[in-house]
């Protein structure tokens, strides 16, 4: 039986497919389709993280720096300039160590 998928996988996911017996058919994206593919992938780890339990997060947080980290490098961005804007975010609108809930604006 035949399972579509059409989304962005790991490199070696084709070679484990293949050592378990089974058949896949897989394409290499063109550059913007890769960066679309990666942005839906981002949405993708980072529902997975938010549903996991408490074994699997540290797993699906590291799937989650895979993403980033593959974003960062399709669109040339330096790492520290990441960490800079992060902690220029930070020393603007703060952390989340407070563990505020904003409940309402009036």
């Avoid at 699906?60 to 520290?80: C, H, Q, S």
């Amino acid at each position: 039986m035949r399972n579509t998928y059409n989304k962005l996988v790991r490199d070696r996911i084709p070679e484990i497919i293949r050592r378990d017996n089974l058949e896949c058919e897989v394409v290499t994206l063109k550059e913007e389709e890769y960066r679309q593919a990666l942005r839906k992938k981002l949405i993708e780890e980072a529902q997975e993280a938010a549903e996991a339990s408490e074994e699997k997060l540290v797993a699906e947080i590291a799937d989650l720096y895979e993403v980033i980290d593959a974003l960062i490098a399709t669109y040339g961005i330096e790492r520290e300039l990441v960490i800079a804007e992060q902690q220029h975010r930070r020393e603007e609108r703060g952390s989340f160590e407070k563990r505020l809930q904003l409940l309402w604006v009036e």
